[in-house]
């Protein structure tokens, strides 16, 4: 007859077997589902008319030194936004949907274009403006999970825009905390997100801009 196996040989297989089975299902529960995710960012956005929340701005470009900004965002359904600044104090990118216009008070400078032809990387949140479809807008989106943050990346379906990739930090309830943006040279545009606001009341009078007094408005060549 064969030797039985020692209890404690029994009992610590069955132990390490436990928790083999916990490991696995922890990390299944723990590994979000990029359908369910997108999906979940879509309903929330879709169902918003308008759109308030404090932004800090990082903009990295090859061979020059970072630039930070900050300030508040408000976005309002159909194409409108503006980007109110707090630093640089003034400073104001305001969009009606048709026309975007850039002040940059130290210059006291207006960079007035169409939407549509707006080299800016403020513009892809636009995207937010409209009826977000990341299947229909995006390509190649993968889901990764880094330091128990959610992230989604992906590149845009259209060849003509002036940003190559994007990537979306999701927070609780499908809300987007952070989002980079690189465009066609490489350079990246990091704007984290704070304090969202889903519809609050937002006058028409905070989408239209008029000029100040002596300032400089640049056309974009068409």
């Not at 077997?17 to 916990?22: G, I, K, R, S, Y």
């Not at 850039?102 to 080299?119: C, F, H, I, M, Q």
């Not at 990764?144 to 259209?158: D, E, F, H, L």
């Not at 304090?195 to 974009?220: C, H, I, R, W, Y």
Request: proline residues 6%; aromatic residues 10%.
């Amino acid at each position: 007859m064969h030797a039985s196996a020692c209890p404690c040989v029994i009992e610590y297989v069955t132990r390490a077997a436990l928790l083999a089975c916990v490991l696995a299902v922890c990390a299944n529960a723990a590994t979000p589902n990029v359908s369910g995710i997108l999906d979940g960012v879509e309903k929330r956005y879709n169902h918003a008319r308008t759109l308030q929340v404090f932004f800090e701005q990082t903009y990295d470009a090859p061979r020059r030194a970072p630039i930070n900004e900050t300030g508040e965002l408000f976005l309002r359904k159909p194409g409108r936004m503006r980007w109110e600044y707090a630093s640089p104090k003034g400073k104001l990118f305001i969009s009606d949907g048709k026309l975007v216009w850039l002040y940059t008070p130290s210059t006291n400078r207006v960079e007035r274009g169409k939407v549509k032809e707006s080299d800016d990387m403020r513009a892809p949140l636009a995207f937010l403006l409209g009826k977000l479809n990341f299947g229909r807008d995006f390509k190649s989106v993968v889901l990764r999970v880094i330091n128990g943050q959610t992230w989604i990346a992906a590149s845009p379906r259209k060849d003509n825009l002036m940003f190559k990739s994007v990537q979306f930090r999701v927070g609780e309830d499908y809300h987007i905390d952070e989002l980079i943006v690189v465009d066609d040279m490489n350079a990246t545009m990091r704007f984290r997100f704070m304090s969202e606001k889903l519809n609050p009341k937002l006058p028409d009078s905070m989408f239209t801009f008029t000029p100040p007094q002596g300032a400089e408005v640049v056309e974009a060549v068409e």
